[in-house]
């Protein structure tokens, strides 16, 4: 089954700083890869995805790369502020079922 | 639009009872729901995939006969955790996607407890 690797589990940046979150999975297969992102007590919500037939994807502050080559895959947040602290997930599926597996989170810290 | 609203947001029970969560996809028909286990600052525990009008597919490990999952409708999904035990004392969400999308939305969770 696919296994997706999350690094860093923990990341503190200031704000106005850039932050990137890396993640790397195992299926050659998996072809969608959505981020979440999950303040505390509250539910994940989807902030982004790429498909595997796209290399980048923008959305304002927030960006994903993807390598397809190396099977990994990243967000940047550009310009951080402090209401992007939160727990951020990724996560790859495949085509099919689209049964996705996730990362095992990041804590992104943003301090004023 | 894609929202999913589970139901409660928190519950109490006494060991041996069963408890029902409900997830709704509210403007969208949810072919295929998810349901998660979270604890604490960890991440996101697939426990089974649920199919509209089929049994859902449980992950290695998760019982069952003790979680019970019935996808009726297109749009209601629900999960019986059967018999609770303190250890059954976690947060499990649900997420939902749209028939022909790849896009999963959650719900907001429900917090259980076992007393």
């Known amino acids: 089954g696919e296994n997706v690797e999350q690094h860093p589990s923990t990341l503190s940046v200031q704000e106005g700083d850039s932050a990137v979150i890396k993640c790397t999975y195992s299926?050659?297969?998996?072809?969608?890869f959505p981020w979440y992102k999950q303040e505390l007590g509250k539910r994940p919500q989807l902030i982004i995805d790429?498909?595997?037939?796209?290399g980048e994807k923008k959305d304002q502050r927030i960006a994903v790369t993807l390598n397809k080559t190396a099977k990994h895959f990243s967000l940047h947040i550009t310009e951080t502020q402090p209401e992007d602290s939160a727990v951020y997930f990724c996560?790859?599926?495949?085509?099919?079922?689209?049964?996705?597996?996730f990362g095992r989170g990041t804590s992104l810290i943003v301090h004023p | 639009g894609a929202v999913v609203s589970q139901h409660p947001s928190w519950v109490i029970c006494k060991s041996g009872t069963s408890v029902k969560i409900e997830c709704r996809s509210l403007?969208?028909?949810?072919?295929?729901m998810f349901w998660y286990r979270q604890f604490p600052k960890q991440s996101l525990m697939l426990m089974a995939t649920?199919?509209?009008?089929?049994?859902?597919?449980?992950e290695q490990g998760v019982e069952k006969d003790k979680f019970l999952i019935n996808h009726a409708s297109l749009t209601l999904s629900t999960l019986t955790v059967t018999s609770a035990h303190p250890e059954d004392s976690s947060f499990y969400i649900c997420?939902?996607?749209?028939?022909?999308?790849?896009?999963?939305?959650f719900g907001q969770g429900t917090r259980l407890t076992v007393v």
């Open positions: 997420s939902a996607r749209a028939t022909g999308r790849t896009e999963a939305f």
């Open positions: 299926d050659s297969a998996s072809n969608y």
């Open positions: 790429i498909r595997s037939n796209v």
């Open positions: 996560a790859a599926s495949s085509g099919g079922s689209y049964i996705p597996t």
């Open positions: 403007d969208f028909q949810a072919t295929t």
């Open positions: 649920s199919n509209e009008g089929s049994k859902a597919t449980y």
